[in-house]
């Protein structure tokens, strides 16, 4: 079976448990037409109040303590099958499921022509979930985001290796506590700038020369600044509004979340979570 992920995505707010398993991942030959809506699967997603701090100048009050389904390991152990946040799949996978929909409705009609076309379509979303392919190329600049909470691994920093390199991309870095952050852009990767931003003050260790970076912490920034972590992209609100602002109102594309932060984690086509996020991105038309 495909490596499904490169960056291990434990959600502290959930049961891994009761997220896919990489069976339910691969399963949509069988798949029967779905009954439930996008709407019902996606309500209960909004909403949350975030995590994220924006503007405070009093010291936020962080009382939350992980339990042990919080403490993530590293990569190598963590296994598929919590490897993808639910909401993530569940958006690209009932948005599959109103193609096939429409689809088998053009079939019984015997419209040929725009069943074949939708087929194409059909293979290719799904081709852009299984398999590392390039997203779509784009002129705009989009807005990656990793946010963690804090590092349990010492002054060891977090590898974030950047693949896309399908258009303009700005990197935004976002923790709580002070991390190290170590950037790695692959070749063709164009960063216009890196913005690292949390409560505490944030540190970018290594990154290719001639790549701005812009830090907002609590005591460097007159208290402007912003954080998010986990899975949960409900609770990056402020966030979102913070990276709108510094950048002329561009949101946040792409957001990879935890708790602790992993060892590495990959933005780009080789990490299967990502690609959802690119996809639902462009099917809201984002």
């Not at 991942?25 to 809506?37: D, K, Q, V």
């Not at 081709?127 to 997203?135: G, L, T």
């Not at 807005?143 to 590898?159: C, E, L, M, T």
Request: charge should be negative; glycine fraction near 8%.
């Amino acid at each position: 079976a495909e490596d499904l992920i490169d960056c291990p995505a434990p959600n502290p707010d959930e049961d891994p448990s009761v997220g896919p398993t990489e069976e339910d991942c691969y399963a949509e030959r069988s798949a029967p037409i779905g009954l439930t809506s996008t709407a019902e699967t996606t309500e209960g997603i909004e909403g949350s109040k975030g995590h994220a701090r924006r503007r405070i100048r009093e010291v936020p009050h962080e009382t939350h303590q992980p339990d042990a389904m919080e403490s993530v390991e590293d990569s190598s152990s963590v296994t598929d099958e919590i490897a993808i946040a639910p909401a993530d799949f569940a958006v690209y996978y009932q948005n599959l499921l109103e193609l096939r929909r429409l689809h088998a409705e053009y079939v019984i009609a015997e419209q040929t022509r725009p069943a074949r076309r939708l087929k194409e379509r059909i293979a290719s979303l799904e081709k852009q979930f299984r398999y590392p392919i390039p997203a779509p190329e784009h002129q705009e600049p989009v807005v990656h985001a990793v946010g963690v909470y804090s590092s349990h691994r010492g002054d060891n920093p977090i590898h974030v290796r950047v693949t896309d390199d399908s258009g303009p991309v700005v990197l935004v870095l976002s923790a709580y506590s002070a991390v190290k952050w170590d950037v790695e852009v692959s070749e063709g990767v164009q960063i216009d700038v890196v913005i690292c931003t949390g409560y505490d003050h944030q540190q970018v260790v290594s990154i290719p020369e001639g790549i701005p970076v812009l830090y907002f912490d609590y005591e460097q920034s007159s208290g402007e600044y912003a954080y998010a972590y986990g899975a949960d992209r409900s609770k990056w609100g402020e966030l979102d509004q913070f990276v709108a602002t510094q950048t002329g109102g561009l949101p946040i594309t792409t957001g990879l979340g935890w708790y602790y932060a992993p060892e590495s984690c990959e933005i780009g086509p080789g990490n299967v979570r990502w690609r959802l996020q690119m996809l639902n991105s462009s099917a809201a038309g984002k």
